[in-house]
């Protein structure tokens, strides 16, 4: 943090570049090399205290790992990274990361339950923060508005 008080930026976006690095090695199959460019860069931003951005690389571990063929490590990448920001309270990730970790369980065949029930709260989540951006009531369109009502996110 002091670092990027400081101006001295360098390290950020090397660790971007080493991530889309990363992504190449994993298109090339080097699944291994990949994770470790990931989890280098990831660990960059965790020391840097962006925790929102580091909780929102498990979308990019969980892709590799989907890449690798590796269900097991995107489902436990995917529920990292929603743990994190749920315990940070960040909504703008959050709904597509549900939505990916449902997608993931799916493919692996896993409870319906669980599945819906993550798909329930990407649901909720999308209508708070539409509901949350709206600085007047009457900005919102009249089905939007309705939507809102029936599920208790508006009077």
Known sequence: IQALRAGE???LPEAWLTLEIGRLYAMKGAAERARELWSGARQVYVDAGLIMSAGSFAQGGA???FRAG????EEARLREGLEVLERIGE???YSTQALMLAECL???GADDL???ALCARARETTAANTAAAAPRRELLHAGVLKYLQE???AR
């Open 9 to 11: 930026h360098s390290l």
């Open 63 to 65: 892709h590799l790992a």
């Open 70 to 73: 590796d269900v097991r490590l």
């Open 91 to 93: 909504r703008g990730f």
């Open 106 to 108: 799916y493919r692996r």
């Open 114 to 116: 669980e599945i819906e």
């Open 151 to 153: 599920i208790g996110l």
